[in-house]
């Protein structure tokens, strides 16, 4: 049998995919809830996108009115850079949605488009790696975080001991996986 190629396809996944069979049981209206769902996640997606070129490319919103304006042109005011990985080890990265670092003040800023209320956990996590990576000591610097999320933002001046603490067990949390990765291995 000479299979269909549908090259066009190769690594995406149906709404309706098998790999994601739950679909199956799925009321009309939770396909409805489900659909919107991933629409809002496509949307954040691009909504992201949008600021990080805007950011990167230092064009100003004319209209900051909306959140994601006042965003991009917050970012753009503080010379923040978006979409930068901040990397610890293989077991530990991420990518801040915008940061910078001058005049020993860090500055971290997310933009959240989703539902779910974001928590400063994560910014102090962008944070520690910040730390780790670059050599910086917590105690040493200004660490501002910013969630913009539900038409406000949300500030924190991070407490330089909550940093260090995460970061002491990035480390060790770090080893731990070092040490199964290995075990499994062997």
């Not at 066009?8 to 809830?33: C, K, M, Q």
């Not at 996590?125 to 780790?132: C, N, T």
Request: net charge negative; charged share 20%.
């Amino acid at each position: 049998m000479n299979f269909k190629r549908h090259s066009n396809l190769v690594g995406e996944h149906a709404f309706l995919s098998p790999s994601y069979y739950h679909w199956i049981n799925y009321s009309p209206d939770r396909l409805v809830t489900r659909w919107n769902t991933l629409r809002a996640v496509q949307l954040g997606n691009e909504q992201h996108a949008y600021a990080a070129y805007n950011i990167n490319n230092k064009i100003v919103q004319e209209d900051d009115s909306s959140l994601l304006g006042l965003y991009i042109n917050d970012c753009i005011g503080f010379g923040m850079q978006a979409e930068v990985i901040l990397y610890y080890s293989d077991n530990c990265f991420g990518t801040a949605d915008a940061i910078s670092f001058t005049m020993n003040i860090l500055r971290i800023s997310d933009l959240k488009t989703g539902a779910i209320t974001a928590s400063v956990h994560q910014l102090e996590v962008y944070a520690a790696l910040f730390s780790l990576e670059y050599d910086v000591d917590p105690y040493d610097i200004e660490i501002e975080l910013r969630i913009y999320q539900d038409n406000e933002v949300r500030l924190w001046d991070a407490d330089p001991s909550t940093i260090l603490a995460i970061s002491k067990k990035i480390i060790i949390f770090d080893h731990h996986i070092d040490r199964l990765k290995r075990e499994e291995a062997s």
